[in-house]
């Protein structure tokens, strides 16, 4: 088990001296291309495709790191400028919103209050809606008719009983006229036979 460590301490030493040696060729090295104009996915997929993992730790060259390093900075003020202006957006139109529905609801306002003053009407002073004062209106009418109904069907009625009471007047009339003629002739018939009577009283002497 030792010797097993001892080569693996040999094993780090020797990476070690090789990286020393590297690090002074890889300044002067050009980065890739695509460090420069790739996204940041595409330069991490390529770190990863070119770089090894040694005991979990990855080798990746400085100016490599600090390029993905400044690009990923660079990406996330990006990002971090866009969720400003996008929540400057949003804010600006909540607040778009909010005046929307304020006017809405004024105007709604606005519109019942219309449709009410269009559906109302003053009668007598007293404002009421226009359901209510056809109805006033139409029970006025109805009584108004009714009166006239009663009133016309009383008219026949007093105007029947007047011409019955004229018809009656005229028989009593005749009546009276024929009682009265028939009493005079009896009258007269009764003085004449009582004057015969006393005439012949007198003759028979």
Request: no cysteine.
């Amino acid at each position: 088990m030792s010797l097993t460590i001892g080569i693996k301490n040999t094993a780090i030493i020797i990476v070690v001296i090789i990286f020393q040696f590297i690090q002074p060729l890889s300044g002067q090295a050009v980065l890739p291309g695509i460090l420069e104009t790739g996204t940041l996915p595409e330069q991490l997929d390529y770190i990863e495709d070119r770089t090894r993992i040694y005991n979990d730790f990855r080798a990746i060259r400085e100016d490599m790191f600090q390029a993905i390093k400044r690009n990923s900075i660079d990406s996330l003020e990006g990002l971090k400028g866009e969720i400003e202006e996008l929540t400057s957006d949003l804010v600006d139109r909540i607040e778009n919103i909010d005046s929307l529905t304020v006017l809405l609801a004024n105007t709604r306002e606005e519109l019942s209050l219309a449709v009410r003053n269009r559906d109302s009407i003053a009668f007598l002073g007293i404002p009421m809606s226009k359901t209510t004062y056809n109805l006033i209106v139409w029970f006025i009418i109805a009584g108004l008719l009714a009166l006239l109904v009663l009133g016309s069907l009383a008219f026949f009625r007093n105007r029947v009983v007047t011409l019955r009471v004229q018809e009656d007047l005229e028989e009593l009339k005749e009546e009276f006229d024929s009682y009265r003629n028939s009493s005079r002739e009896q009258r007269e018939k009764l003085v004449l036979d009582h004057f015969n009577e006393i005439k012949r009283l007198k003759a028979g002497r």
